[in-house]
């Protein structure tokens, strides 16, 4: 389970036969909250079941009964317990910090090399990349990558962007 993508197939393996679960560990795994204990922590912070609940559109049962399943399943254990929240994104606070942001539609998510050739660039051009946050496709319906930079970004990077193999849209804010 190296990459997200089968992470998140593994999930669905055990949950799938109770889709109100399954809804239950997508907000789980988008939130970055992990499953300790038969308990729900946002690194080591716990949330109250409940609040889970109304994310996910299911009552609080629900939840408790996601969580006994989680616990009581070996390999479910171990991917929620290893979860933990990325933290800050930069990206809805950039324009007042004065910071450029790139967003990055690509052709195929699962395309190599997006992220290295956009780096690449923007390197090249003395810009350094504060942060880089890419949506995984197994859980997003239209991934993007979206690369905060440590200025706000030149217009003639972005034809130089768009040449690199998998982009299919710029967007610089």
């Known amino acids: 389970m190296t990459v997200v993508g089968d992470m998140w197939s593994n999930i669905r393996k055990y949950l799938e036969s109770h889709p109100e679960r399954l809804r239950v560990a997508r907000v789980l795994v988008e939130n970055g909250l992990s499953v300790k204990n038969g308990k729900v922590f946002l690194n080591e912070i716990e949330i109250p079941p ?3 609940a109304r994310v996910a559109g299911v009552d609080r049962r629900t939840v408790k ?6 616990k009581a ?7 929620f317990e290893g979860i933990r929240c990325a933290g800050l994104s930069l990206k809805e606070v950039a324009k007042h910090l004065n910071l450029g942001v790139i967003e990055i539609t690509p052709v195929d998510a699962r395309m190599p090399g997006i992220l290295a050739g956009s780096a690449l660039i923007l390197s090249r051009n003395g810009l ?24 706000k970004v030149p217009g003639e990077l972005i034809s130089e962007l768009l040449k690199v193999k998998g982009v299919e849209k710029i967007s610089v804010y």
């Open 50 to 52: 409940v609040r889970v």
């Open 65 to 70: 009964e996601t969580l006994v399943a989680i």
């Open 73 to 79: 399943n070996r390999e479910l254990k171990l991917i």
């Open 128 to 151: 350094s990349i504060r942060q880089a946050i890419v949506d995984d496709p197994e859980l997003s319906p239209e991934p993007k990558l979206t690369l905060i930079v440590e200025k």
